[in-house]
């Protein structure tokens, strides 16, 4: 890699750590190009990237970044798993580690917070933007569906004593 290619690699890293809103760190020794290819594609799934690229590079990236104490994590084979999402990446990467052996959560970091591989599975135990979202929206809908219930049960109980009386008139 000549110098050109080196720097642009260096600019690359430095905004996806800018950027993401989780950045996971983690080893993949071991594991075949199809397993890789299928982590790339769960993270895809959820608006993520995997990336792999050579610790020295990423260390240089990280200098000037809040979260330049990650730098520390990366050592042996790593790979980043990074979303804009705060907690897709930890997700995805923490129910991938649990099925594959090969694949080892070293921490990664969150905004100017470096975290270890405890911290990336409290983040990966929060909800997601989507479910918050969904929650929120929900507890909005519930009352209004509460008031339109509380305004339509006078109707529907004159409706049924109506219908009591007409039944009562005919018999």
């Given at each position: 890699?000549?110098?050109?290619?080196?720097?642009?690699?260096?600019?690359?890293?430095?905004?996806?750590?800018?950027?993401?809103?989780?950045?996971?760190?983690?080893?993949?020794?071991?594991?075949?190009?199809?397993?890789?290819?299928?982590?790339?594609?769960?993270?895809?799934?959820?608006?993520?990237?995997?990336?792999?690229?050579?610790?020295?590079?990423?260390?240089?990236?990280?200098?000037?970044?809040?979260?330049?104490?990650?730098?520390?994590?990366?050592?042996?084979?790593?790979?980043?798993?990074?979303?804009?999402?705060?907690?897709?990446?930890?997700?995805?990467?923490?129910?991938?580690?649990?099925g594959n052996d090969k694949f080892v959560i070293l921490g990664g970091a969150m905004g100017d917070t470096?975290?270890?591989?405890?911290?990336?599975?409290?983040?990966?135990?929060?909800?997601?933007?989507?479910?918050?979202?969904?929650?929120?929206?929900?507890?909005?809908?519930?009352?209004?569906?509460?008031?339109?219930?509380?305004?339509?049960?006078?109707?529907?109980?004159?409706?049924?004593?109506?219908?009591?009386?007409?039944?009562?008139?005919?018999?």
């Amino acid at each position: 890699m000549d110098r050109a290619q080196t720097e642009k690699v260096v600019e690359e890293l430095g905004q996806i750590l800018e950027r993401s809103g989780v950045v996971v760190v983690a080893h993949y020794t071991g594991m075949t190009v199809k397993e890789m290819q299928d982590l790339r594609a769960k993270m895809h799934e959820v608006g993520g990237s995997i990336r792999v690229a050579k610790n020295k590079l990423a260390k240089i990236a990280l200098k000037g970044k809040p979260s330049v104490k990650m730098g520390d994590l990366l050592t042996g084979m790593t790979v980043l798993a990074y979303s804009e999402d705060p907690v897709a990446a930890a997700k995805v990467t923490d129910a991938y580690a649990q099925g594959n052996d090969k694949f080892v959560i070293l921490g990664g970091a969150m905004g100017d917070t470096v975290l270890d591989r405890a911290g990336v599975k409290a983040v990966a135990s929060m909800p997601s933007r989507e479910e918050l979202i969904a929650q929120i929206m929900a507890r909005i809908g519930s009352p209004a569906s509460n008031i339109v219930g509380a305004i339509g049960a006078p109707a529907l109980n004159i409706a049924n004593i109506l219908s009591t009386i007409e039944e009562k008139a005919a018999a």
